[in-house]
């Protein structure tokens, strides 16, 4: 099974960026669809983005147009580009496959959006 390891989260101003990673373990990661999702508190886990093994992206209305995401197969690892953020995005970001079985959750990274 897959291992996830997520990391780059932080403390930034409303409007500046962050760049989150995700390392996967296992030799097939080139195979799966990849998404990140994020969990705000006391609200459920939501989806943030997608990307397929081929590179097609999707978004969640409520990032399009401010975050981007992103695959390194050769790396095993999967990155989102956060730019414009909001104080509305403050939530523990993870990843996981996008469209198929879930592997175990990572410990996820945690992004505050604050002045």
């Known amino acids: 099974q897959v291992q996830l390891v997520e990391s780059g989260g932080g403390l930034v101003q409303p409007g500046g960026s962050l760049r989150l990673s995700c390392a996967a373990s296992g030799s097939i990661f080139s195979i799966y669809a990849m998404g990140w999702y994020r969990q705000a508190p006391g609200k459920q886990r939501e989806w943030v983005a997608g990307?397929?093994?081929?590179?097609?992206?999707a978004y969640a209305d409520s990032v399009k147009g401010r975050f981007t995401i992103s695959r390194d197969n050769a790396k095993n690892t999967v990155y989102l580009q956060m730019n414009s953020l909001k104080p509305e995005d403050t939530a523990v970001y993870y990843c996981?496959?996008?469209?198929?079985?879930?592997?175990?959750w990572g410990q996820g990274t945690q992004v505050t959006v604050s002045s």
């Open positions: 990307i397929t093994n081929s590179g097609s992206t």
């Open positions: 996981n496959t996008w469209g198929r079985q879930f592997a175990p």
